[in-house]
């Protein structure tokens, strides 16, 4: 008969609590979460040109997205992580989470689009029609006189 060693809660290593960031350090976590984001939300319009053009492939725009949606959440956690250790009532916090905050929305709108276009376009590839235009009449209607 084998004893296993047992496993007891004090053994375990547990996740040590954040220090208080500095302003600085919270601001300049916050500022490159941004940048991050501004590099996925380029790289996302630029795939969304090239997936324009009728018969383009969605895959660039989907792997795009992919990214795109990962820095949305490393901003959302950065902009909570600064909230929760940042000096109490320190405006320079304040200013730098209220324009990560402002980016955030931003970046979540944009991503909805996304997802909505590559949506209608698997519909509309799923249906045989044509590409979606946005505000464009129906093929074969006429437009009102």
Do not use: W, Y
Request: aromatic letters at 2%; a negative charge; charged letters at 25%.
């Amino acid at each position: 008969m084998s004893l296993a060693p047992s496993t007891f809660a004090s053994d375990i290593p547990q996740p040590e609590a954040s220090p208080a960031e500095t302003a600085e350090e919270g601001c300049a976590a916050i500022r490159h979460a941004l940048s991050r984001l501004a590099e996925a939300e380029r790289s996302q319009a630029f795939a969304l040109n090239l997936a324009s053009a009728p018969g383009s492939s969605t895959a660039p725009v989907e792997a795009r997205l992919a990214t795109l949606l990962d820095r949305t959440r490393t901003l959302r956690e950065t902009l909570s992580r600064v909230r929760k250790n940042a000096p109490a009532h320190d405006t320079r916090i304040e200013q730098c989470s209220n324009m990560g905050s402002r980016a955030l929305d931003e970046a979540e709108k944009l991503t909805s689009t996304v997802e909505e276009l590559l949506r209608s376009r698997e519909a509309a590839d799923n249906s045989g029609a044509g590409p979606v235009r946005s505000g464009a009449a129906p093929a074969g209607s006429a437009a009102p006189p």
